[in-house]
Structure formats: structure tokens, C-alpha cells
């Protein structure tokens, strides 16, 4: 059957007394009929079977003649069978129609009950970058569905400068209910704090954990002491977990010592505790420290928590931070052996004892010598710590681990050598390195010997090395490893010029 065939024979079938065959013949229409045949599909949008009219809006959709669907699609998309709203909806965005009748067609589905006709609406409006109705569109912040609301995030986004829109975010953010609010309250620029703060300093009591945590968030960047007040009376009575630590976090940060107390309620909290180990570590007290070593030995407490609380020792500095971290370095949780590495990291930054550099510096490169997750972390723990470079050295030369070589590579710097021949096993090192099998262990080399030349302490680099280098700058190494060829080539080139 040709297609002049077919479209005769879907003309005729739109007539037909059974309701399942006009359906398919609107929606075999749709596919094979031209633009001339929108007026069959307009007459069918009026068929008293919602499933005729849904294939009619989707034809009509599909022969691309928006005069047509202009004249009965906005009608279709308020129709009571969500079928045809969608169908109906989905082909007015098809056609691009835009007069008034389809955007407050549009409109009215923001506060559709199905998600996917709210989804609909929002595409159409952002396509026509017009709001349709201010109020429904910013309700939709608050949308249990993501896609929604984050497209009507979008679409707020995008019209933030219409006055509508933003006096509507303004008066959402100001005295709006639950994710609307704190999607409002987010999405506003910090200087409208101030405008706000009375609503604001009311919504820490606000029922909605999504609004208190809003609130929150925005105050703790406030500067004045009565705002200060009330968060700290906040968290003596907050009970949830969540509001709890983003309250412990900032207050912590700032130095607030009033959250000491609690802090200590809220240590042994799965969600929190880690927050309020932060705080007490910031705080630096004999009683915070000593509420710390507690739960660094408790086994009950979580991981992330004990993790937190080894950051927060090591932050604090106390006279037995180093030897209460460097046991938790084989602890049976990863997290523990995390936190534990990290916070001797903050010893060494902020200087070791000298009866304390070597057995930091053994237990670290030892840790690194075992590889496993915490590779770089380790490292970063490392950097800085003069005691461990021999050992460092070590590795760059012998570890069986790619990742183990190249976090070794990136400690050595022209500074630290103490002595010309090791710079020049040093130098020796990095261009081996070119020659690595594992990709971060060549680009640490080129690093390397990136810092080593900038430091002026790269005397030169042999011809075979600077062949291998040519050969990294070509499309076939990735993209990172180019950049700091070509820096360090540049560099090597000037240091020739001169």
C-alpha cells in the first residue's frame, strides 16, 4: 500500500464507530500525512474518546502545522484526561506555538498533579522564556521531584531579572513553606540578608528541617552579635541531626566557644558527631581534647566520627596528639586510618617536636609504602617533613605501586636535597620517570623536574630525555601530561636562550 494509499484509508478509518480504530488511525495519520491533512486531526481533537483525542494532539504534533494545532491544542491541554494534557502539551512545544492562549494553557499546568506534565509546562514557558503564572512557577522550587524543580530553578534563573519574579522569590524566601522557602533562601544573593533577617532569625524555629537548614546556612555568615546569639541558643535545642552539625560547623569554624557543650551532646551522633568533633578540635581546650581522646578509643563510635575526632587532635596540637594518632594508622576502619593520616599532616605543617619527626616519618612512609586508598593522602601528610625523605627516595626507586612511585616523585624538591650528588640522583630519578609504564608516574617526572628548573637547580637534561619529553607534547598522551611537557620544555628552552 503506497502512502496516498494509507493516508486515504486513515481518513476513512477516523469515521469508524470503533473508538480503538479512529485512535490508530489519528496516530498512523500523524506519521504519514501532510500539513493539508491537519483538518481530519483538528475535527478528531473533538472525538468524545479521550484516547482519539491524545493521538489527534500527538498528529498533530507530528505534520508540523501550528495554525491548526494552534486552534484546539491550548483547549486539549486542559482537558481532564492526563493523556491528552500531556499529548496535547507535548505537541505545542513541538510546534512552538506561543500566543497567549497556549502560555496560559502552560501556566495552568505548573500545578498539574502530574509530574510530567509540570515538566512539560516548565520546557514550554522556558522555550517562550516567559513565566506564565509568577506564583505557581516558584512554588514548583519546592517540588518533591527533581527533575521539576530543577528545572524551575532553571527557569527562575533565567528570568531573575523580571521584578515579578524576584519580588515572588523574595516574598517565598521571606515567608514561604518548606523546600520552596529554602530553595528561595538559597537561590537569593547574600546581600539580601539583611532585608530579610527578622523572617529569617524567625525560621530557625521553622518546623521544616529544609528551611531551618536554609536559614541557617544564610546567618552564619551574618556579623552581628544578636544574630550570633540566636544561633548558639539554636543549637542548644536543636534536635536534629543534620541542622545540628551545619550549626556545630560554622559556629566551630568561627571560633564560637559556647558550642563546646553542645558539641559534646552531639559527639557520639552517627550523622553530627563528626561536625562536633571538628568544633571541639577548633576549640583546642584541655576539655575538648580530652572529650576527643574518649572517642578516638570507643569503637562503638562511627567511623567517620573517630575520623573526624584524629583530624581534630592533630588540628589541636596537645603535647600527645602525635601519639595518640600514629597507632590509629592500622586501625581496622578506613575512615580511622584517614582521619589518622590527616591529622598528623597538621603536626607536620605546624612543626613536630624533634623527638617526634622520626616516628612520624617512619609510620607515614611506611603507610604510603602500603598503598591502597590513601596514596595521596598520605603524601599530602608527608609534604614537608624532612625526616622522611631518605625513605621517599626509597620508593621512588623500588615500590612495585605506579600510584606509590608518583606520589614519591612529587616530594622531592630541589631545597630538600641536601647534598649535590643527591640532587643529581634526584634529576636521575625524574628522567627515568619519563620512561614509566604508569601515566602519573611520568607526568610526576615532568613536574619535577618543572619545579627543579624553575628553582634553578636543573643543570641540564640529556638529549634522550629531551626526545622522550618531545614525544609527550603529541595528541596521543592525554591532555595533562601535554600541558606540563610544554611548560616545562618552555622552561628548559629559556634556561638555553639565557
Keep these: 500500500m503506497g502512502t496516498e494509499d494509507q493516508i486515504a484509508y486513515f481518513l476513512r478509518e477516523l469515521t469508524d464507530t470503533d473508538p480503538e480504530r479512529r485512535t490508530a488511525a489519528a496516530k498512523g495519520l500523524g506519521r504519514t500525512g501532510r500539513p493539508e491533512?491537519?483538518?481530519?486531526?483538528?475535527?478528531?481533537?473533538?472525538?468524545?474518546?479521550?484516547?482519539?483525542?491524545?493521538?489527534?494532539?500527538?498528529?498533530?504534533?507530528?505534520?508540523?502545522?501550528?495554525?491548526?494545532?494552534g486552534t484546539v491544542l491550548p483547549r486539549l491541554m486542559r482537558a481532564a484526561d492526563p493523556r491528552v494534557r500531556?499529548?496535547?502539551?507535548?505537541?505545542?512545544?513541538?510546534?512552538?506555538?506561543?500566543d497567549r492562549a497556549v502560555t496560559e494553557a502552560f501556566?495552568?499546568?505548573?500545578?498539574?498533579?502530574?509530574?510530567?506534565?509540570?515538566?512539560?509546562?516548565?520546557?514550554?514557558?522556558?522555550?517562550?522564556?516567559?513565566?506564565?503564572?509568577?506564583?505557581?512557577?516558584?512554588?514548583?522550587?519546592?517540588?518533591?521531584?527533581?527533575?521539576?524543580?530543577?528545572?524551575?530553578?532553571?527557569?527562575?534563573?533565567?528570568?531573575?531579572?523580571?521584578?515579578?519574579v524576584r519580588a515572588e522569590v523574595i516574598r517565598t524566601a521571606r515567608e514561604g513553606e518548606g523546600a520552596a522557602r529554602a530553595e528561595a533562601l538559597r537561590m537569593l544573593p547574600n546581600n539580601c540578608t539583611e532585608l530579610l533577617l527578622d523572617s529569617l532569625l524567625a525560621g530557625l524555629r521553622d518546623s521544616s528541617r529544609a528551611v531551618r537548614l536554609a536559614v541557617t546556612g544564610r546567618l552564619l555568615d551574618a556579623e552581628q552579635p544578636t544574630v550570633r546569639?540566636?544561633?548558639?541558643?539554636?543549637?542548644?535545642?536543636?534536635?536534629?541531626?543534620?541542622?545540628?552539625?551545619?550549626?556545630?560547623?560554622?559556629?566551630?569554624?568561627?571560633?564560637?566557644?559556647?558550642?563546646?557543650?553542645?558539641?559534646?551532646?552531639?559527639?557520639?551522633?552517627?550523622?553530627?558527631?563528626?561536625?562536633?568533633?571538628?568544633?571541639?578540635?577548633?576549640?583546642?581546650?584541655?576539655?575538648?581534647?580530652?572529650?576527643?581522646?574518649?572517642?578516638?578509643?570507643?569503637?562503638?563510635?562511627?567511623?567517620?566520627?573517630?575520623?573526624?575526632?584524629?583530624?581534630?587532635?592533630?588540628?589541636?596540637?596537645?603535647?600527645?596528639?602525635?601519639?595518640?594518632?600514629?597507632?590509629?594508622?592500622?586501625?581496622?576502619?578506613?575512615?580511622?586510618r584517614a582521619g589518622a593520616v590527616d591529622g598528623l599532616g597538621e603536626l607536620v605543617q605546624e612543626g613536630l617536636r624533634f623527638w617526634e619527626s622520626r616516628p612520624v616519618a617512619e609510620a607515614l612512609t611506611a603507610h604510603l609504602a602500603s598503598g591502597g586508598e590513601a596514596t595521596w593522602r598520605t603524601r599530602n601528610a608527608l609534604y614537608g617533613l624532612d625526616d622522611a625523605l631518605p625513605a621517599v627516595r626509597r620508593l621512588a626507586d623500588t615500590s612495585s605501586s605506579g600510584a606509590v612511585r608518583a606520589a614519591a616523585l612529587s616530594l622531592l624538591d630541589a631545597e630538600d636535597a641536601p647534598d649535590h650528588e643527591t640532587a643529581r640522583q634526584d634529576i636521575r630519578r625524574f628522567e627515568r620517570g619519563l620512561d614509566d609504564a604508569h601515566e602519573d608516574v611520568r607526568l610526576q617526572a615532568v613536574k619535577g623536574l618543572t619545579r627543579w628548573a624553575a628553582d634553578g637547580a636543573l643543570p641540564s637534561v640529556d638529549e634522550a630525555a629531551r626526545d622522550r619529553l618531545t614525544t609527550f607534547t603529541t595528541d596521543a598522551s592525554p591532555p595533562h601530561l601535554r600541558r606540563a611537557t610544554t611548560e616545562l620544555l618552555e622552561a628548559l628552552d629559556t634556561d638555553r636562550e639565557q
Aim: charged share 25%; net charge negative; glycine share 14%.
Design 86 to 98: 500531556r499529548q496535547a502539551s507535548l505537541a505545542a512545544i513541538r510546534l512552538g506555538l506561543d
Design 229 to 336: 546569639d540566636a544561633l548558639v541558643a539554636t543549637l542548644q535545642t536543636e534536635r536534629d541531626p543534620a541542622v545540628a552539625g551545619t550549626l556545630l560547623s560554622g559556629l566551630g569554624g568561627r571560633g564560637e566557644r559556647r558550642v563546646a557543650d553542645p558539641a559534646v551532646r552531639w559527639l557520639r551522633d552517627p550523622e553530627a558527631g563528626r561536625w562536633a568533633a571538628q568544633a571541639l578540635g577548633r576549640l583546642g581546650t584541655r576539655t575538648a581534647v580530652e572529650q576527643l581522646r574518649k572517642v578516638l578509643g570507643d569503637k562503638a563510635v562511627p567511623g567517620r566520627t573517630r575520623a573526624a575526632a584524629a583530624e581534630a587532635v592533630g588540628a589541636a596540637g596537645r603535647w600527645d596528639a602525635v601519639w595518640l594518632l600514629l597507632p590509629l594508622l592500622d586501625d581496622p576502619d578506613a575512615d580511622v
Design 107 to 164: 501556566a495552568g499546568l505548573l500545578g498539574d498533579p502530574d509530574h510530567h506534565l509540570r515538566i512539560n509546562a516548565l520546557v514550554g514557558l522556558g522555550a517562550l522564556g516567559v513565566t506564565g503564572d509568577v506564583a505557581a512557577l516558584v512554588r514548583l522550587l519546592g517540588d518533591p521531584d527533581g527533575a521539576v524543580w530543577g528545572r524551575a530553578r532553571s527557569l527562575v534563573y533565567q528570568l531573575r531579572d523580571d521584578p515579578a
Design 37 to 69: 491533512h491537519a483538518g481530519a486531526l483538528v475535527e478528531a481533537a473533538g472525538d468524545p474518546e479521550p484516547a482519539v483525542r491524545a493521538a489527534a494532539a500527538l498528529g498533530l504534533g507530528r505534520l508540523g502545522a501550528p495554525e491548526a494545532g
